[in-house]
């Protein structure tokens, strides 16, 4: 436990002082929330009302699938985890400490959006807090399953650009932080419900703003919490201490379990 401790205070200090990772924990999740906070309310009155969620979930979003992946790769093909594993730091440190220490740093993020929305956007705070914590702990189970999912079956940094990018725009988009999916158009709100912020969204308004939403708010977690949990079930078996073991190659075709539940919500919703 203690060398856990230690491992994972390490993590939290790696998030400050790497730049990449202080870039991705901190200064773009903040620096768009100050920047649409003050742009898309004078556009949109009614963005006011979403501030909030979407800043909270684009935060989750960029430090989790935008950030770990990388240093999760970096860390196969430099060696770092062949020397964790003869050093004796098992595969479960060598996953969780990264998805921990980012989630911590994410808690940061979002409670300073919490504390300054309502005072320099006058951004309406969530009539339920449990609700909105019950989001977002669906919230990085999702993101954070798939950041370990791209880190895992990606061989460099520039193959997790292309995964991450690919989830990163349409969620941007067409995923309800942007435009409530309301206001799209009824095909493209379709494809809208095979991304994982359709849900946070749908779910946030339910539970944290007792709004009536098209989808149960139950379902949204379940759908939300499910693919994260195959995700670091898949990341947990397709786990390489480096990229000489090519013996898992071919079951990366696995990681498509991952988007199961949002196919089959976006069939039966």
Same mark, same amino acid.
């Given at each position: 436990?203690?060398?856990?401790?230690?491992?994972?205070?390490?993590?939290?200090? @790696?998030?400050?002082?790497?730049?990449?990772?202080?870039?991705?924990?901190?200064?773009?999740?903040?620096?768009?929330?100050?920047?649409? +906070?003050?742009?898309?309310?004078?556009?949109?009155?009614?963005?006011?009302?979403?501030?909030?969620?979407?800043?909270?979930?684009?935060?989750?979003?960029?430090?989790?699938?935008?950030?770990?992946?990388?240093?999760?790769?970096?860390?196969?093909?430099?060696?770092?985890?062949?020397?964790?594993?003869?050093?004796?730091?098992?595969?479960?440190?060598?996953?969780?400490?990264?998805?921990?220490?980012?989630?911590?740093? $994410?808690?940061?993020?979002?409670?300073?959006?919490?504390?300054?929305?309502?005072?320099?956007?006058?951004?309406?705070?969530?009539?339920?807090?449990? +609700?909105?914590?019950?989001?977002?702990?669906?919230?990085?189970? $999702?993101?954070?399953?798939?950041?370990?999912?791209?880190?895992?079956?990606?061989?460099?940094?520039?193959?997790?650009?292309?995964?991450?990018?690919?989830?990163?725009?349409?969620?941007?988009?067409?995923?309800?932080?942007?435009?409530?999916?309301?206001?799209?158009?009824?095909?493209? @709100?379709?494809?809208?419900? &095979?991304?994982?912020?359709?849900?946070?969204?749908?779910?946030?308004?339910?539970? =944290?703003?007792?709004?009536?939403?098209?989808?149960?708010?139950?379902?949204?977690?379940?759908?939300?919490?499910?693919?994260?949990?195959?995700?670091?079930?898949? @990341? /947990?078996?397709?786990?390489?201490?480096?990229?000489?073991?090519?013996?898992?190659?071919?079951?990366?075709? /696995?990681?498509?379990?991952? &988007?199961?539940?949002?196919?089959?919500? =976006?069939?039966?919703?």
């Amino acid at each position: 436990m203690k060398a856990f401790s230690m491992h994972l205070l390490f993590g939290l200090k @790696s998030g400050l002082r790497d730049k990449e990772l202080l870039l991705m924990n901190y200064l773009f999740p903040l620096g768009f929330y100050f920047v649409i +906070g003050a742009i898309m309310p004078k556009l949109n009155p009614q963005y006011g009302d979403i501030l909030i969620p979407s800043m909270m979930i684009f935060s989750i979003l960029v430090s989790t699938v935008l950030g770990m992946p990388n240093s999760f790769v970096t860390s196969r093909n430099s060696g770092i985890f062949r020397s964790y594993k003869i050093n004796g730091v098992s595969k479960l440190s060598m996953i969780a400490i990264p998805t921990v220490s980012t989630i911590m740093h $994410t808690i940061i993020v979002t409670t300073i959006i919490l504390i300054s929305a309502p005072i320099l956007y006058k951004a309406e705070l969530p009539t339920s807090i449990f +609700g909105l914590i019950l989001v977002f702990i669906a919230s990085t189970i $999702t993101f954070a399953g798939f950041a370990n999912l791209i880190g895992v079956i990606a061989d460099s940094t520039s193959v997790t650009v292309i995964f991450a990018q690919a989830l990163f725009l349409p969620s941007m988009l067409i995923g309800g932080l942007m435009f409530p999916s309301s206001l799209l158009p009824e095909s493209v @709100s379709a494809f809208g419900k &095979l991304l994982p912020t359709t849900y946070a969204m749908d779910a946030y308004q339910a539970l =944290a703003e007792n709004i009536d939403t098209s989808i149960n708010p139950v379902i949204s977690l379940l759908v939300l919490i499910s693919s994260g949990i195959i995700s670091f079930f898949i @990341s /947990w078996y397709l786990f390489r201490l480096d990229n000489n073991n090519t013996s898992k190659s071919k079951g990366k075709i /696995w990681a498509i379990g991952s &988007l199961i539940p949002f196919v089959l919500a =976006a069939i039966f919703l």
